[in-house]
């Protein structure tokens, strides 16, 4: 009796017109803390794919690296350890040298402009450069800075000698050209070789410095744009492959640059939001940078547009083509810096 009492239940939870279709339940994985705007992104991403499906995909986010480590996302996509996962493709150097260049210091101004910018332009090299998986959208998070635990940096030249955590591979050459040392970690790793001193430094969005705890070790602040990081959101394929037509559409429609936009803006917000509350706490020192030391950081950043153009030749690109497209994105979407 309650097992027929259950499955009139799910019938009910069924729209007629998928009645027939086959019902899957989604792994949605990503590597940071379940308090992270990211959790509800992939919740809300969950609901609309299965409000749309009829409710015959289901879904369940795995939050804080429960399903593997946050570097090895993408290929946990690839290999279906997960279904839909949050990837950082800086974490792997030279593996997708095309969207590297979002990565670029100075480039975008805005995190739902810049992500909708970035999901626009990359589509059609996601299809080369991410073909192991279904490229589902691309976002950023909004412009960030270096956060320092044992001096203030205001010029390049403050890096030389320095222990930094980067961000990705961009901002670990950057920190390289500028005398440093590289501390590769992930996010949730950072607080930690900050406090043992294997790390001086990160480069890190705002708010992200309270929610992973680096504000109880870190003391000094730059408040400036100094560089983004790309992310995407990639699926399985062969789980998108066993779905129906009608499915395939659900997903489709919750995996392009409106959705991008959706993931991007929020999460921007939620970062901005961290200036003024560093600002507010004790024993903590913000501060601008003059115009004149803002020009030293672009010059000092010119070698990596060199660096990203070359790693997209010898991948068979046109970095010239894919940079004046990029650019006309953004441009598009008021999100080029200036």
């Given at each position: 009796?309650?097992?027929?009492?259950?499955?009139?239940?799910?019938?009910?939870?069924?729209?007629?017109?998928?009645?027939?279709?086959?019902?899957?339940?989604?792994?949605?994985?990503?590597?940071?803390?379940?308090?992270?705007?990211?959790?509800?992104?992939?919740?809300?991403?969950?609901?609309?794919?299965?409000?749309?499906?009829?409710?015959?995909?289901?879904?369940?986010?795995?939050?804080?690296?429960?399903?593997?480590?946050?570097?090895?996302?993408?290929?946990?996509?690839?290999?279906?350890?997960?279904?839909?996962?949050?990837?950082?493709?800086?974490?792997?150097?030279?593996?997708?040298?095309?969207?590297?260049?979002?990565?670029?210091?100075?480039?975008?101004?805005?995190?739902?402009?810049?992500?909708?910018?970035?999901?626009?332009?990359?589509?059609?090299?996601?299809?080369?450069?991410?073909?192991?998986?279904?490229?589902?959208?691309?976002?950023?998070?909004?412009?960030?800075?270096?956060?320092?635990?044992?001096?203030?940096?205001?010029?390049?030249?403050?890096?030389?000698?320095?222990?930094?955590?980067?961000?990705?591979?961009?901002?670990?050459?950057?920190?390289?050209?500028?005398?440093?040392?590289?501390?590769?970690?992930?996010?949730?790793e950072v607080?930690?070789?900050?406090?043992?001193?294997?790390?001086?430094a990160v480069?890190?969005?705002?708010?992200?410095?309270?929610?992973?705890?680096?504000?109880?070790?870190?003391?000094?602040?730059?408040?400036?744009?100094?560089?983004?990081?790309?992310?995407?959101?990639?699926?399985?394929?062969?789980?998108?492959?066993?779905?129906?037509?009608?499915?395939?559409?659900?997903?489709?429609?919750?995996?392009?640059?409106?959705?991008?936009?959706?993931?991007?803006?929020?999460?921007?917000?939620?970062?901005?939001?961290?200036?003024?509350?560093?600002?507010?706490?004790?024993?903590?020192?913000?501060?601008?940078?003059?115009?004149?030391?803002?020009?030293?950081?672009?010059?000092?950043?010119?070698?990596?547009?060199?660096?990203?153009?070359?790693?997209?030749?010898?991948?068979?690109?046109?970095?010239?083509?894919?940079?004046?497209?990029l650019r006309?994105?953004?441009?598009?979407?008021?999100?080029?810096?200036?």
């Amino acid at each position: 009796m309650r097992k027929a009492f259950l499955a009139l239940l799910l019938a009910a939870s069924v729209t007629p017109a998928f009645a027939q279709e086959k019902t899957f339940e989604l792994k949605l994985s990503h590597w940071v803390p379940a308090s992270h705007p990211l959790q509800k992104a992939l919740e809300d991403w969950g609901a609309a794919v299965e409000k749309e499906s009829g409710g015959t995909i289901k879904y369940k986010v795995y939050p804080a690296q429960q399903l593997g480590k946050a570097f090895d996302h993408y290929d946990m996509a690839r290999d279906g350890i997960a279904d839909v996962t949050y990837i950082n493709p800086g974490y792997q150097p030279g593996r997708f040298p095309i969207i590297g260049a979002g990565e670029l210091p100075f480039l975008m101004s805005d995190a739902k402009g810049g992500s909708m910018a970035l999901d626009a332009w990359y589509r059609k090299y996601a299809e080369k450069e991410m073909k192991d998986v279904k490229f589902c959208l691309g976002f950023i998070h909004s412009p960030s800075t270096f956060h320092s635990r044992t001096k203030k940096i205001v010029v390049p030249d403050d890096v030389k000698g320095m222990k930094i955590r980067p961000a990705h591979a961009t901002m670990a050459n950057y920190v390289t050209l500028l005398g440093g040392t590289n501390v590769q970690s992930s996010a949730p790793e950072v607080r930690d070789i900050i406090e043992r001193g294997v790390a001086d430094a990160v480069t890190f969005p705002w708010g992200s410095v309270l929610l992973f705890g680096i504000d109880k070790v870190t003391k000094y602040h730059i408040e400036a744009p100094l560089y983004v990081t790309t992310f995407a959101f990639v699926m399985n394929k062969d789980k998108y492959n066993q779905m129906s037509a009608m499915q395939k559409k659900a997903i489709d429609n919750n995996c392009n640059t409106e959705a991008a936009g959706r993931v991007g803006g929020p999460w921007g917000a939620y970062e901005n939001s961290g200036v003024d509350k560093i600002k507010a706490l004790a024993d903590h020192e913000v501060y601008k940078i003059t115009p004149e030391q803002t020009a030293l950081w672009k010059k000092a950043s010119e070698p990596l547009v060199k660096t990203w153009a070359d790693n997209v030749k010898k991948a068979g690109g046109d970095p010239d083509a894919a940079m004046a497209e990029l650019r006309a994105e953004l441009t598009k979407n008021n999100a080029l810096a200036q």
